[in-house]
């Protein structure tokens, strides 16, 4: 866990989250590893409600899994997919050379009622990070 913390929010995190510029939001940084490996460097931001204080302990359970155990079942991701290079911070967290790819994907979540619960901008690590497609004919 990078960080933990309630912010206000960007006019670029309301207008995803669809709550006022200034709102208070739940900020999550987390290193993710695989195989003792650093893989991601995963950024979060929630509505404030959504997980109360006392819950946020993320070093035990799943994001997801704690907006389950809150009710929350999403219904709906839509996410991009992308590239570029990495920060040199994200380059350090994830033991690449500065400068390197990183695979990014931002991810805008939604519950079933079709209230936004979640937007996340992630940079995975390119070396250790593959995708696999099929594609079928109509």
């Not at 669809?18 to 650093?38: C, I, K, M, Q």
Request: charged residues 25%; proline residues 4%.
């Amino acid at each position: 866990m990078l960080a933990n913390e309630v912010l206000q929010c960007t006019d670029e995190v309301a207008a995803v989250l669809a709550v006022r510029p200034g709102s208070n939001v739940l900020y999550l940084r987390r290193l993710r590893f695989t195989h003792d490996e650093p893989l991601a460097v995963m950024e979060n931001y929630l509505p404030e409600d959504l997980i109360p204080l006392g819950e946020r302990d993320l070093t035990r359970h799943g994001l997801y899994q704690l907006m389950r155990s809150r009710g929350v079942h999403i219904r709906v991701a839509k996410q991009r997919i992308g590239a570029r290079s990495g920060t040199d911070e994200e380059c350090t967290l994830l033991g690449e050379r500065h400068g390197s790819p990183v695979i990014t994907i931002d991810r805008a979540t939604h519950d079933d009622s079709g209230r936004a619960v979640e937007w996340g901008r992630h940079a995975y690590r390119s070396s250790q990070y593959s995708y696999e497609v099929t594609l079928v004919a109509h």
